[in-house]
Every structure is written in structure tokens, then in C-alpha cells.
């Protein structure tokens, strides 16, 4: 099996022999029905139907080299969407404490495709300009874009609202997300008889550990998406046929990665905390 197969009958593997404690967790649940179900769409009933007869006996060598076979012929290693909810779905299940609430899911999944489309949108305006004006690939990096002369300012101005569009939508939807955490603490607080001192110190820790847990978050969110649009970049990459199509997609992808490398960096150096 290839590195990728092994991966997604791994994590078919370990669904169909763990607990039923861990499978009560409605995100392990979910991930997997949403797993199954495109599997089944994408790659038809023999596929669902090898699948079902390994959940039968989920232990047999033949049983998973025949689903890895008929995955690996349908390219499913190659499908970043199959790739995706099956590293979830074994991540969920190694550690069943880091299921996320159905709505942080949404909200996360609501931020990766504003920022894919930001990303995207960026990719596209910097092969527009690399084709368009004699500049190097360095140059039209977020950080240098200002020492493009060749460069109109507007189109510029414009590049350099990458950092602030992808930071704008992370820490929106992190901000709804750590809120919902926090109002039943922040509503506990305000119900307890203790003096105005007091409140105004629990109300302070409060608001302190709130920040971390986002700046955390927003970090952590980042990374993700870098994972995921890395891999999805590297997807295309392989199955591009053109040399040119390939090479700009290869460029694209160095961009992304630096561009989102620059954003933690960024953040990180900006980060200030007051207690």
C-alpha cells in the first residue's frame, strides 16, 4: 500500500474496532458518515461495498489490501477531500478529548474556505502581475511588495491586503467560537456575591485567559489551513500535465507557503497580553 491508502484504511481500521464510547462522540460520528458517504459518491457501490464487508471483519490482511487496491485505483490518494476526513477521523478516534462542537466545526470549516478563497484570490492577482510587469518572484511577496517600483502603488496597496484579510476572517470566526466558550464562565462570575474588587480581578483573569486561548487558536487555525491548502496545492501539482500549468502551480504553492509562514511570524512578533 501506498503511504496515503494505508492512511485512509487506517483510519477505517480503527472506526471499525474502537469502542462504542468512542464512536458515541457525535464528531467521530459525523466524520465518518461524511467519509463514507463521499466515498460512496465518488467512487460507487463496489468501493462502499468492499468498505462494508471490511467493517465486518475489520482485522483481515485480505479485507484492507483489497479496499486499499480498489481505493488506490479509484485515486483516492490523490483526493485531498478522502485525504482530509480520514485524518480526521483517525485523529478523533486516537484522542476522542479533541472532538470539537458541531458549531466550531462549522465555524472552522466556514473560515477555511473564506480563507482558501482569499488565497486564491491572491495567488491569482500575483501571476497576473508576474506576467504582466518585469518583476522578480521575490518581489512580489507580501513583505517586499513595497520595493516593487515596476509595480503601480494601487496594484501594490492591494497585494498587501493579503496579511489583514486572512487575519481579519481567522480572528472573526475565533472570536465566535472562544465567546460561546466562555459565556458560561463570564455569566458565573457575575452571578456570585463577592465584592466589586473581587469581580473586577476574576473578571480581568477572565479576559486574560480568553486572549491567550485566541491568539492560541488563531495560531493554531493557521497552521491548519497551511496543512491542508499545502496538500491540496501538491494534489493539483501531480495531476497537472502542462509543464507551464505545473511549474505556476509549483510557484503558487512557494508563495502560499511563504506568505502563510510570514503571517505567524507576524503574528506572533504582534502579539501583546495585558492582565
Not at 502563510?260 to 492582565?275: M, P, Q, R
Amino acid at each position: 500500500m501506498d503511504p496515503m491508502t494505508m492512511m485512509i484504511v487506517g483510519a477505517l481500521v480503527k472506526v471499525f474496532t474502537a469502542s462504542a464510547q468512542t464512536l458515541a462522540q457525535r464528531a467521530t460520528n459525523d466524520t465518518y458518515d461524511a467519509l463514507k458517504n463521499v466515498i460512496t459518491r465518488k467512487y460507487g457501490g463496489s468501493v462502499a461495498a468492499s468498505i462494508y464487508r471490511l467493517e465486518k471483519q475489520p482485522n483481515s490482511p485480505q479485507l484492507q489490501a483489497v479496499v486499499a487496491e480498489e481505493l488506490r485505483n479509484a485515486g483516492a490518494d490523490r483526493d485531498w477531500e478522502i485525504i482530509s476526513l480520514a485524518e480526521e477521523l483517525s485523529r478523533l478516534i486516537d484522542d476522542p478529548a479533541l472532538a470539537e462542537d458541531p458549531m466550531e466545526r462549522i465555524h472552522r470549516r466556514a473560515a477555511g474556505r473564506a480563507v482558501g478563497q482569499v488565497m486564491d484570490g491572491h495567488i491569482t492577482q500575483v501571476m497576473a502581475v508576474r506576467s504582466k510587469y518585469h518583476v522578480e518572484a521575490s518581489d512580489i511577496l507580501t513583505a517586499n511588495i513595497s520595493r516593487s517600483t515596476n509595480i503601480p502603488q494601487s496594484v501594490r496597496d492591494e497585494l498587501t491586503r493579503l496579511h489583514a484579510n486572512m487575519r481579519r476572517i481567522i480572528e472573526e470566526i475565533i472570536q465566535r467560537i472562544e465567546q460561546g466558550k466562555y459565556k458560561d464562565a463570564e455569566q458565573a462570575i457575575a452571578n456570585l456575591d463577592i465584592s466589586l474588587n473581587d469581580r473586577e480581578r476574576a473578571t480581568k483573569l477572565i479576559i486574560a485567559d480568553k486572549q491567550l486561548h485566541i491568539s492560541y487558536q488563531t495560531l493554531r487555525m493557521t497552521v491548519e489551513f497551511f496543512s491542508e491548502f499545502n496538500q491540496e496545492i501538491l494534489a493539483k501539482i501531480e495531476q497537472e500535465t502542462s509543464p507551464e500549468l505545473q511549474s505556476n502551480r509549483m510557484l503558487g504553492n512557494a508563495i502560499m507557503i511563504y506568505e502563510l509562514t510570514d503571517f505567524v511570524i507576524g503574528y506572533i512578533d504582534g502579539f501583546t497580553f495585558t492582565a
